[in-house]
């Protein structure tokens, strides 16, 4: 028997949603430092589809959602489904604002933005290949020391999990 789309979406491994979150996060800065616009193009496409995969996957398929909710590295995973969305938009505001602060700063745009100034031009540059490589390196640092997972913090986050399955055990008792 075949399985249709909807059907295959509850095969979505939750990773493949963690793992979009890095394939946009790379596409939205690399491909505008290598001036590749088209890069990001499909990969937010490829990105949203995995995404819609995933509401299908937590709506039709709740049951497989739920299963994998209780594990708890694939419940972990779970939270880069917002971060997806949160992605697209923080990217997209992101990029309006650096490039209209940029282009104020070197007077490109008005009635003469058909040519660029030599400053329109480095400060173009900069907007492509200086500033996404300083902003990798400030996100980097922040995780490598604003991101600490102590083996007690680790603990902690296990008995709250193991609180919150209990919880959702009990519930389903009362309801069933």
């Keep these: 028997m075949k399985k249709g789309i909807i059907q295959r979406c509850a095969l979505l491994p939750v990773g493949a949603i963690a793992t ?13 430092a290598a001036g590749f616009p088209g890069v990001r193009i499909v990969t937010m496409a490829i990105v949203s ?6 509401i299908v996957k937590m ?3 709740y049951k497989t959602f739920k299963a994998d909710y209780l594990l708890l590295v694939p419940s972990s995973l779970y939270a880069a489904f917002s971060m997806l969305t949160m992605l697209s938009k923080l990217a997209g ?22 040519t660029a100034t030599p400053l329109a031009q480095k400060g173009i540059s900069f907007l492509m290949f200086i500033l996404p490589p300083v902003l990798l390196l ?25 609180e919150r399955r209990k919880g959702m055990e009990s519930a389903e008792v009362v309801e069933g």
């Design 20 to 32: 979009s979150v890095g394939f946009a996060t790379l596409a939205n800065v690399w491909a505008a």
């Design 49 to 54: 589809l995995v995404w819609l995969a995933a």
């Design 59 to 61: 709506t039709v398929h």
């Design 93 to 114: 505001a992101f990029t309006s604002l650096a490039t209209m602060i940029t282009f104020s700063v070197v007077k490109f745009g008005g009635e003469d933005a058909t």
């Design 138 to 162: 400030l996100a980097y640092a922040l995780y490598k020391w604003g991101y600490k997972l102590t083996p007690e913090r680790m603990e902690q986050v296990k008995e709250e999990l193991d």
